[in-house]
């Protein structure tokens, strides 16, 4: 499972994409993995708005999560 | 008007001469005049745009000159809706070119906007990003939505024929601590050349109808890999149904603090010695500050607090008025009877100085 990372996200992160390795820890749910990455950057958190994309496409929380799927999170940015 | 100005557009299969009708017929309302709003109404207003309102207040400064590429070392410290003004009308004059020198708020948005059939949001700020929402929504108008951080771009169109808007993509305004803008975080002069002018494309394919608006899309874009992907997203009803403005756009912190507007703090400048933090980084600092301010940057209050007279009313200052609204959050619980004072807008905002910079 891939997890490209956009905006602040990629600042806070310090990379642009995460990999989790299959089977144990990877998250099952969309609401799983905003948890399983805001405990791993608390600064994540903090992000009212934090909008996530499974396959190209914006998904809710509910959303169950399979093992090839490229996620990507996408924070609001505001300069220009 | 000489047919032969548009001709290398016009002569194009899908655009042709009614699509050039279309645009001479078009009103387009560009918010911001710095790195987005410039590629935007240059194109536009090369193109043929017949109506091209701009809207800004800021003036030209020496730091918007690597990305603002429409001014020049000359302009710096005029208003940028003046100068953009008179070099539109010498590359087209035959634009009914209209000055709006305000910045756009709760007060003036919808009767500014509902005169325009279409907006361009090419602003730096979040407050601005959802009043240009809320007030499209309300109007029906569609707009044109880009923004930038760093080295990466976003690009999409809101409220198009019954599509989602930006609060389908992010409900809610982020708090003032979460995401730097261009002045703390820094953006890469031709950034936003290129997301203005995919802005600048949208708003002619949404007035002449051609190909495929980026509607319920939002498109990220990647300087550093030269990568472009499409997000998908739809609308909520919830986000489409907007009666009034909200009672305020300011950015929310959490906390309240006592703040000075940039005219009084100026004359308070003028009137006598006063204690000013300046929580701007090392470089800006030296690169220009106001006599007699203190430089401890945000990074390093907690650390150097100690320097600051408590029993003394402490005013804070930054490039735009963030980062000094920070530095009174993070303080404000240690010094609770303390006057800690937000200089709002920042060195941005202070006329006499911000050309300095």
Redesign the interface.
């Known amino acids: 499972m891939e997890i490209l990372l956009f905006g602040i996200a990629k600042d806070i992160v310090g990379k642009s994409k995460i990999q989790f390795a299959a089977g144990e820890g990877q998250p099952t749910s969309v609401k799983e993995l905003r948890q399983t990455l805001e405990s791993a950057y608390p600064d994540l958190g903090r992000l009212s708005s934090m909008a996530v994309a499974v396959n190209s496409e914006y998904v809710r929380d509910e959303l169950i999560l399979k093992p090839g799927d490229e996620i990507a999170i996408i924070p609001p940015v505001s300069g220009g | 008007m000489n047919p032969e100005r548009y001709s290398r557009q016009t002569i194009l299969k899908d655009f042709g001469p009614e699509a050039q009708q279309k645009l001479a017929k078009a009103k387009v309302l560009v918010v ?1 005049a ?4 410039i590629p935007v109404m240059t194109y536009l207003n090369a193109m043929g745009v017949g109506t091209l309102g701009i809207v800004d207040l800021d003036r030209v400064a020496l730091s918007n000159l690597h990305r603002q590429v429409l001014y020049a070392e000359s302009d710096i410290g005029k208003s940028k809706v003046a100068v953009a003004l008179s070099k539109l009308k010498a590359q087209n004059s035959n634009t009914d070119l209209r000055s709006h020198e305000m910045f756009l708020d709760r007060d003036n948005a919808l009767e500014t906007i509902r005169s325009y059939d279409l907006v361009v949001d ?5 407050p601005t ?1 959802y009043l240009i929402n809320d007030a499209c929504v309300i109007l029906s108008k569609p707009f044109i939505y ?5 080295f ?3 690009v999409s169109v809101f409220n198009y024929k019954g599509g989602p808007s930006y609060r389908c ?7 003032a ?6 002045d703390q ?1 820094g ?1 890469l002069g031709i950034l ?1 050349g290129i997301v203005g002018n995919l802005q600048a494309l949208e708003a002619i394919k949404v007035i002449t109808g051609i190909g495929e608006v980026l509607s319920g899309t ?1 498109l ?1 874009f ?1 300087g550093l890999v030269n990568g472009f ?6 609308s909520l009803p919830e986000n489409m149904i907007i009666d009034r403005l909200q009672g305020n756009y300011e950015l929310d912190c959490g906390l309240s603090f006592e703040s000075v507007t940039p005219e009084t703090f100026e004359r308070l400048l003028a009137s006598g010695p006063l204690q000013l933090i300046d929580v701007r980084n090392t470089d800006e600092f030296q690169s220009f500050h106001i006599a007699n301010s203190i430089n401890i940057p945000l990074s390093e209050l907690a650390r150097r607090k100690g320097e600051i007279d408590m029993t003394v009313p402490a005013y804070f200052l930054c490039q735009s008025g963030i980062r000094s609204q920070k530095a009174i959050f993070e303080l404000e619980p240690f010094y609770s009877s303390a006057r800690l004072v937000n200089v709002t807008g920042g060195i941005n905002q202070l006329h006499q100085y911000a050309a300095k910079y």
């Open positions: 911001g710095g790195g987005l709003g090419a602003s730096d700020n979040f990003r880009g923004a930038l951080h760093g990466e771009g976003q993509l992010y409900p809610k305004m982020p708090k601590s979460e995401v730097p803008n261009c975080h953006v936003p939002l990220l990647d992907q499409k997000i998908k997203f739809s």
